[in-house]
């Protein structure tokens, strides 16, 4: 009656439509609200007995068993409870008469709808929206109506401020407990404060927030353990609607010096600003966001929201203004992997902000910059040289991947290699400089940051290599490739393959900044400490890399060895039971040879990225949530179109179906970007050729029109695919600005103003 | 105005004078109410930032990480928080006008006073008191007053039941969470009812509550995560007191079936009787109890009151009606040692129950009787044969003792090797039986349980020595004595000479069984597999352990080796410190040879006391609360009187002066029996000679009597010691009843109805 006018058009909405206290986990995820500052799952704001409510502010680490570091879960703003005439509103208790919790992705809002019945007969309707703000990224609102239908008497609204959450440890039983509290403050007519310092990283975050009432109430402040609670009370009449506002704000000691004072001010703020001008401002930077982002799908509904939800997701937990984070493998939305990042941000989710909004794509690139002592050193312990760039990243930039993973109740344990031996990260981060350089021609970054994260991660493999003289070749040993499904093994050919192009795209910027940037040359050589002999070095180990191809069949075996592995029935074997048995199978978890054919689409030609697919496919568990989209694009690429659609909805629906059975725990940010570059990369077939931007569509049948925009080197490139046409125009109407574009083997020079139409056919 | 009138005398109180928030966990343990079936830790019923509830059911253990199990930190009853017109009470805001703690050891009470001024300059005072119920184990009551003195408004009353509780892990930051939600209930006039379930072990708790007030009230319930609580809300008056009630009952799934039927009808039970009842019947157990066990110190109230709080804590750590639970190391008072049993409780508080009351007495050697075949599990593991108890144990009676102790944070470990090595527990708990039906003559358990326990630790000691050539005789490598600052020790005394009684004390019941109780020898030694030639190798063994004594300077080295160790300076370094550098010195952690010398002191002439006396007290650092209270008993036996009284006070007050800096974790429980048999077997020089009882007595100056009560093979002594006179009485009156007495080596036959007073100088 009041919440849904708010809502937008169907296909920009996730709808929860009937309350099942088992899910809240999962819809926690679905329905976290980010700004890649701040993540707060999408907990019920009255609390329940099944859901794990999380608050993660980026960077905000802290020191924990077995993973070196987590992303610490701070107090809990969420908190709104009601206790109607007497009568606590627990959705578990009582009668349910009507429940709807709504994502709206195009304005970045979760609502919620109930009407409920308590043991007396009291029927109660709640409705609110929440957001995190877009724009004011230390502020969050939650605001709506409660309407006691059938009764009168005293209605209590408690909003707390609670810091009596936890991470959940190894096994789910083991708590901790990062952050202890230093201060809570009753503010009075200004609201509460509750300030909080994370144990060993010593970061302390302040929240503030404030609770108003449409009518006269009586206020009062509740303390528990580190939790404190504003009550407002007064006298409720049937019939009548009591609207809430919940003005929250937060600052880390991350941001600025003295929490508090900015934690309030901003409070004040933000109240005297009131929730209309917040709500729309809010909404508003969401619709420009979405001019940018969206990708239409002309056609297909499900496609489309489905699609939606990936980029909504993207766009939340991407800070464009803090270049000392990251994006985690479950982003801001919950605590698998524990706030780690990995090879997921670069291959995965970078693209789709390379081509969207650049400045989060170099924010994101810098994260890597600034860890780059902290690679040297990883690269140091591990007795190699350069900059090895870990498994697994946190604050500090070293490597946090757990040893050893067990349960401590029990006693079992896994040893855990990858961040010994998942080595192909470093050429992943290399990779990705050079992805956005060439995106954005962005030189200032190159010159300052990316040069020395191109020639560093050259080094490393450089000493990573070993000459094998009866292969009179340079192999690479004991690793573990993208198919982790086989570890310690030899020569996985993603990880040479990517060695080698990172030591060559070393080289190849060395001779251009030589030529073209002399001081920045000089000053980087001297930085690196960086000798000619080196140099000659590289382009020995470059030119002499190990990278077996079998001519006849066209096959990359995957790594040494790999052909002769049994090949097993898995039929009716379950993900649990998989990872057992397939290490001496062909199975392979994910995209392996097929990512490479992907990456590094120019080095081979299209047979042999056929054979392969073909040959691969076969054996892929898609394990991963990084692979089914990997597939899809090749699938279009290579002309195998049978599973192209079926492989993108599922790399679009992976969380919205629970497709890896652990949505609960945060959300697949791999697979987000992965589905992205489905649309981008795999339906309209866009690559870079030779410096350029190119297009090979292919739409499924049932679909119009595919719409979307990408950044290009400053300009802003509107793309419209139908089944026989490309529409291209530039953002902007001066004719002196293009972009050359490759369509069809034929370049394409589209110019400001212009719209350039081009049949399909005509390739 | 209202709660110091129930106060009794004061030497019979503990008191808190003021409120430090910092002590809170240390009082909490010194507050601690128990039955014996349920502890509680002092916590404030309002809750603070700095306590740590506890709530621990006897025998309700949960695995846990590196611990193996662990007593569950059970849902909180405490809960009783304020509202005053609509300021919340809260001790750490405000100003504290007045504040008092007692606990009132003569009625098993705790009580609370405080008169407190809100911001608004509101003054609320409240009193309270709280109890465990000694009668009605699965009961608790906490009544009090409220008073708002300056100000009318509405009162809020809430009691909780919070299952929103944690143990504390390996550090402090793990916390474990034992109990999940499995129902709660708002059964209105009935009250709220909680229903968790331990998570491994599978054992329900419930817990169900009733809040009454003296004035009518609108009620309502709320419900948090694991959280049940109630709320009465009423219009308060200026100047006028406001009683509240709060009746609290609980069961386990070990206790009864169906423990919410049982706890909610006994919470309507006790409700109907009501508080007056409840407190009459509490008060008039416990002063029952202390006609028993009371040991009174005329003219030295310090001491008086110290003691009798070491007393006041045995008693509330015992259940003579379960066992199949022991008493941990730390009692039902807090999570150090993690619930688990240790030689603690046989050698040190076993006594304290054998002379008050032997049925706990019993109970507690059940426990280690229902865990025979977890010990001859244990022996198994390790390789030996028997009946190995674990130096930890908790519900199985499987070793229990971490294997290593770390900060899983930081990586730094210690290796345990208690567990492997501390194998004079079996010796102990062998030597307890016997003490037990030596004291009690309690024939039945000895057949039916005690000689099955002697026989299969005697055979534990035949399979764990081991016969060496060039000493020729039967030696013990490889343990830990009591003195724990030495691993790895070859022929600790105090284990050699333990092991040697053992087995001899057990061929000595062979020889009665066979001659006085045929039946019983038959059926046990069938049902241990008992030879004659193995009943010969134990002959053999106990002739020939090694037990060095060396005449001429009448010292027993404390193992192997000791002599020669480095005596070095430890003034100035920190108990933590000290761990680390004393392993190859002389410095010993706790009594050892003169433990021996006070256990078994009829084997060792009064000279040689003396002298190891002397020789050991030199490098006894006391780093065990273990230790003083043996250091005071031998001291008054070699008559080296100088430290005896400090060395008393100082066990007595362990706790009451956190000697040890850990009170806060829980009592030091072994410390608490130490205490009472300094009185006893110290001061009072109390023995056992000839199957006789002995009195030996020495008193401090200013004490003008020592009075206490023994049990004795069913009757029960009066014994009134001066510095002039033992007198001594029996219970009954009636005249055929006797005990004999030893006393200045006569021997006195007391007979009922009939006083005898012994002159001292008599002797």
Known sequence: MYIDTLLSEADWLITEEDYHPEKNQFYETLFTLANGYVGARGSLEQGSQTGSPGTYFAGVYDPTPVFFT??????????????ANNESIELEKGRILEYKRTLDMKKGLLTQIFRWEGAKGQITRFEDYRLVHLNYKHVALLKGVIVPENYDGPFVVKSGLNGYVFNTGVIEQLLIKHFKLTEYEDREAEGIYLEMKSRLSGISVGEASKLKLSVPSERSVEIDVDKITEVLTFEAKKGQAYEFEKYVTFYTSRDVEDVKFHTLKELNTRVDQGSEVLLREHVSAWEQKWLDVDVKIHGDEVAQRSLRFNIFHLIQSANEDDDRVSIPAKALHGEGYRGHIFWDTEIFMLPFFIYTNPRAARSLLMYRYHNLDAARE?????????????????????????????????????????????????????????????????????????????LETARFWASRVQYDDRKKAYVIKKVIGPDEFHEHVDNNIYTNYMAKWNISKALEYIDRLKQK??????????????????????????NNLYLPYDEKTKLYEEFEGYFKLKEIDISGVDSTGLEKIVKDTKWIKQADVVMLHYLLGDYFDQETKKVNFHYYKRWTTHSS?????????????????????????????????????????????????????VAINGFAGMRIKNGMLSFKPWLPEKWEKLEFKVKWWGETLN???????????LETTDPTRTVEVNIGQKVWRIKGGETCVISVCSQ
Chains 1, 2 share one sequence.
């Open 625 to 677: 949530s990084l692979s089914p989209s990997i597939y899809a694009i090749m699938g279009i690429e290579v002309g195998n179109y049978r599973d192209v659609y079926q492989d993108f909805i599922r790399s679009t629906r992976i969380d919205l179906d629970d497709e890896q059975g652990n949505t609960s725990i945060g959300i697949h940010a791999a697979s987000l970007g992965g589905a992205w570059q």
């Open 70 to 83: 987590e992303l610490a879960n701070a107090p809990n703003w969420l908190n709104v409870k009601i206790v």
């Open 719 to 729: 793309v419209a695919i139908t089944h026989e046409t490309v529409e291209l125009k």
């Open 378 to 454: 990883n690269a140091r312990i591990q007795g190699y040289k350069g900059a090895q760039f870990p498994w697994e990243s946190a604050d500090t930039g070293l490597e946090t991947t757990p040893k050893e993973l067990g349960n401590p109740l029990t006693g079992e344990t896994v040893r855990i290699w990858t961040g010994e031996e998942e080595h192909h990260i470093v050429a992943d981060v290399a990779y990705a400089v050079d992805h956005y350089y060439v995106a954005t021609g962005d030189e200032q970054f190159l010159l300052k940051y990316g040069a020395e994260i191109l």
């Open 517 to 542: 940037h002399t001081d920045s040359w000089d000053k980087l050589k001297k930085k690196i400490v960086l000798s000619s002999r080196e140099i000659r070095e590289w382009e020995t180990i470059a």
